[in-house]
Every structure is written in structure tokens, then in C-alpha cells.
């Protein structure tokens, strides 16, 4: 099993929408997850963290699921600007304090 | 802006010739993490450094070397650079990372190397 694996996409959906993104990880000692945005060319960003069952801020919410080892990425009410690559990060099993990034799943909100 | 800074921002290279790459972290934290990125991929782990040592690798050759700096500032090293190499390199830079696994991290805006 890879270490971090999520859907490439893309997701195209319109304004407005709804839009969730999964994550499987590897690691079942992880503790700390996050999730990047990356636009074109440029470098990833921090959206948000996840250290246990769950995070919100405004219209993300990120959840932890330790049992299937997932976590997701619920963006409402999508907005144009919202169009980017969401990379799912989480640290692995590697002996030491390293993270693994996801190859990133690519949204596209149409108008 | 997160306040990491990396240089250059952009750089040509040849097949065999060396590269140094240099970052300045987010003020206030010790650790710098580099990543090299090809298009369409997630970043990829290449080391780690914490208080000058490296503290942690990923699975890249040994011609990829680094550094850090009292300041926390860091370098990365590619030797005898290859076509391959070709990529964007990021660093990124957080404070101590927690026993059980990685803390945010805070990214540069990259170094986009070309070898030809």
C-alpha cells in the first residue's frame, strides 16, 4: 500500500457545488495530517491541519477516520478561486520525522 | 507570504554539472525540509535538517547533499546533475518537529532547475 494515495482527478464541478476528496494513508501511527493547496506554479500552501477527529474554517472541513485510515477534504459552496490542487499530507514510517505528500487531487470549479 | 525565501528562482543547467540551490527559513524556526517536485507529482521528500544535522532522508542518491546554517538557513546540493533532475525544488521550513510525526510546514516559492 503507498504510503499516501489520492484520486488525481480532476474533479470538475460547478459553482456552488459541493466537492469531497479522500485520502488513504499508510501509517497507522500517524497523528498529525494535513492538507496543502497548491495553484499552477507556485508552491503548496497550508489549508489546514488535522490532529484529531476533525477541522473547519469557513467552508473547508477536513475529517480524521483512524479506523480506515482516511481523511477527507469537504469544500461547500465551491467558488472559482477555489480551482487548484489539494495535496493530503501525512507523516510515515519512516524512523524518523518526515511526511509523505499525496500526488494531489485536482479541482476545477466551473463557472 | 510565509516568509521563506529560496534563490534563484529559476536556473538552466547542463547533464554532469553541479547546482546549489539556498533557502532562508520562516524566522523563529530551526527545521528546513527540501522536496523536489516534477510536474503533475506531489512533492517528494529528499532530507531534513534540524539543528544543522540532517535528520532524516528520503530515497535520493548521495549526490544530493545539503547544509544548514546557525541561521537555520540551508542549502541543497546536486552533483553530476542529470536529465532527470529536471524539477521544481522546494523548501520549506517549521519548528521542531513533534515526536509522532511532521508539523506544518511553511514553503518557499521554489527553484525551477532545467538540466539539458
Known amino acids: 500500500r503507498k504510503e499516501v494515495e489520492q484520486d488525481p482527478g480532476p474533479f470538475n464541478v460547478p459553482e456552488g457545488a459541493t466537492v469531497a476528496f479522500n485520502c488513504t494513508y499508510s501509517?497507522?501511527?500517524?497523528?498529525?495530517f494535513f492538507w496543502y493547496r497548491q495553484d499552477c506554479r507556485k508552491e503548496p500552501k497550508l489549508l489546514m491541519s488535522v490532529y484529531s477527529s476533525g477541522n473547519e474554517d469557513g467552508r473547508f472541513t477536513a475529517q480524521l477516520n483512524r479506523a480506515s485510515q482516511y481523511i477527507s477534504l469537504l469544500i461547500r459552496d465551491s467558488k472559482l478561486s477555489d480551482s487548484a490542487t489539494y495535496l493530503c499530507v501525512a507523516p510515515n514510517s519512516g524512523g524518523y520525522q518526515k511526511v509523505t505528500f499525496g500526488t494531489g487531487t485536482k479541482l476545477q470549479v466551473i463557472p | 507570504e510565509t516568509g521563506v525565501t529560496q534563490s534563484p528562482t529559476h536556473l538552466i543547467k547542463t547533464r554532469g554539472q553541479q547546482v546549489t540551490l539556498r533557502c532562508s527559513s520562516q524566522s523563529g524556526h530551526n527545521t528546513v525540509s527540501w522536496y523536489q517536485q516534477a510536474l503533475g507529482q506531489g512533492p517528494q521528500f529528499i532530507f531534513q535538517y534540524y539543528r544543522e544535522e540532517e535528520n532524516g532522508r528520503g530515497n535520493f542518491p548521495p549526490r544530493f547533499s545539503g547544509l544548514q546554517f546557525p541561521n537555520y538557513s540551508s542549502e541543497l546540493n546536486v552533483n553530476a546533475l542529470e536529465l532527470d533532475d529536471s524539477a521544481l525544488y522546494l523548501c520549506?521550513?517549521?519548528?521542531?518537529?513533534?515526536?509522532?510525526?511532521?508539523?506544518?510546514?511553511?514553503f518557499g516559492p521554489g527553484t525551477r532547475l532545467t538540466v539539458l
Open positions: 501509517n497507522s501511527a500517524s497523528q498529525s
Open positions: 520549506a521550513s517549521s519548528l521542531e518537529v513533534s515526536a509522532k510525526g511532521g508539523n506544518e510546514q511553511f
